[in-house]
T-cell receptor, first 116, second 115 residues
Framework: GAVVSQHPSRVICKSGTSVKIECRSL??????MFWYRQFPKQSLMLMAT?????????EQGVEKDKFLINHASLTLSTLTVTSAHPEDSSFYIC????????????FGAGTRLSVL | GDSVTQMEGPVTLSEEAFLTINCTYT??????LFWYVQYPGEGLQLLLK?????DKGSNKGFEATYRKETTSFHLEKGSVQVSDSAVYFC??????????????FGQGTILTVHP
């Protein structure tokens, strides 16, 4: 299957700082990228959907000013957690899909964010 | 709205046992159905999929059949291995419209296989 790289795999930061997470599709051009948040022993919660070159569409209850998403190219999307707080600590997962790939979502390995 | 319901876990089995993880869904259209697997510390991997009624998805000994009449997509494997220990997610995706490609996940089922 297609390869999606997510970086970093783990990050620890101080409260109040911002953290950027990158999601790259390595072997295909992703028309759409998705960002999820996963709490311990729970399912994935979709945070936002981003299409290359346009603004992300956020799910209800997700603060767009808190979680900044940029999808600048067909192979890269970034999620920036601004002014992070301990309650933002979670596992963040991205996925990428493309029309030519039958819109199957391919997932990154996830980023474990710990805010101290 | 769309929803996916999986059997509650955790499921604990001995090696070579038969596995069934139930999954039912509600959807307004004719969704595609998926099973994803998440190994410890990793992201999700697509295990199998089915895009229309009566399709059977299969991979690595796992299989699931898209049953429109019962709105189900149960995951089965005849003989599990310790390496199958993971979290399994059932999901659906509606075709077309603004939600094209958007996945709705079940809550996940933890599977532990003992030697």
């Amino acid at each position: 299957g297609a390869v999606v790289s997510q970086h970093p795999s783990r990050v620890i930061c101080k409260s109040g700082t911002s953290v950027k997470i990158e999601c790259r599709s390595l072997d295909f051009q992703a028309t759409t990228m998705f960002w999820y948040r996963q709490f311990p022993k729970q399912s994935l919660m979709l945070m936002a959907t981003s299409n290359e070159g346009s603004k992300a569409t956020y799910e209800q209850g997700v603060e767009k000013d808190k979680f900044l998403i940029n999808h600048a190219s067909l192979t890269l999307s970034t999620l920036t957690v601004t002014s992070a707080h301990p309650e933002d600590s979670s596992f963040y997962i991205c996925s990428a899909s493309a029309v030519l790939a039958k819109n199957i979502q391919y997932f990154g390995a996830g980023t474990r964010l710990s805010v101290l | 709205g769309d929803s996916v319901t999986q059997m509650e876990g955790p499921v604990t089995l001995s090696e070579e046992a038969f596995l069934t993880i139930n999954c039912t869904y509600t959807a307004t259209g004719y969704p595609s159905l998926f099973w994803y697997v998440q190994y410890p510390g990793e992201g999700l991997q697509l295990l199998l999929k089915a895009t229309k009624a009566d399709d059977k998805g299969s991979n690595k000994g796992f299989e699931a059949t898209y049953r429109k009449e019962t709105t189900s997509f149960h995951l089965e494997k005849g003989s599990v291995q310790v390496s199958d220990s993971a979290v399994y997610f059932c999901a659906l995706s509606e075709p077309g419209g603004t939600s094209y490609g958007k996945l709705t996940f079940g809550q996940g089922t933890i599977l532990t296989v003992h030697p």
